[in-house]
């Protein structure tokens, strides 16, 4: 997931009270960015295709010598600023790694990103490096990330991707939440069809967390038996009764699905709270 200019925060869905997000997004995204005060340059890992159709590329960072900046990645949600050679603005890419202080392990010594590529755009480029290459980047992540104390009194709580918009929602599901057995998490995730899917190898993980995953292909091919449409309908079409004094939302995409999204919450009594951020 990519923007342009720093997010203002990562917002979140919760009952009782629901803020439009169209405002907001455009406000996010109106203007120059502004460029960190410090930069620093790090060496790339690794670069490969994330989907079949290699419209989303994996795309890690060895940051073994960068300690500082490792330890400011701090929640899931967060982002990191690049400044490639040639581009008129620095780009604003999510952390798809969850935060060092999550794992259980010894401590990662690198930063993830799924980047859609996008010919003649700075994230090509990025898609375009190889393992050794140097990349100038901020000297501190950005943004609060994901504020889930916001919804820490749901018990259930929908959660909604698009696209690249799930880079985000790994780091968030692979730090940990969802794993209470006090919440029952739902992933509506969104694509075009099976071949613009990342992440699926990571799916038996993901629901062994507590993570209830529902595909849905916009354009899928005849064999597709799964959701159709786009998250927004699948929502809809859902038999679940929601209650809700204890539900939360979470939702991350381009507008065409978070809008639509909160106004089928609205219709369900959801009212709008601070929505999240998109592309």
Known sequence: MLLRSPPRRLHLLRPHRLRALSNAAAAALAGPPPAPTEWTEAPVASVRAATADASLFHVSLDLSAHGPLLASHVAAGQFLPFRLPSAPYPIFLAISSPPPASSSGSPPKSFDFLVKRLPGTPSARLCDLRPGDLVPVGGSVVGRGFEVSRIADARDVLVFATGSGISPIRSLIESGFGESEKIDVSLFYGVRNLQRMAYQERFSDWESRGIKIIPVLSRPDDQWTGQRGYVQNA??????????????????GHKQMTEPSGKSMVSLKLSQDETTYKI
């Open 235 to 252: 929502f809809s079409r859902a038999k679940k009764v929601i209650n809700p004094s204890s539900t939360g939302a979470i939702l991350c």
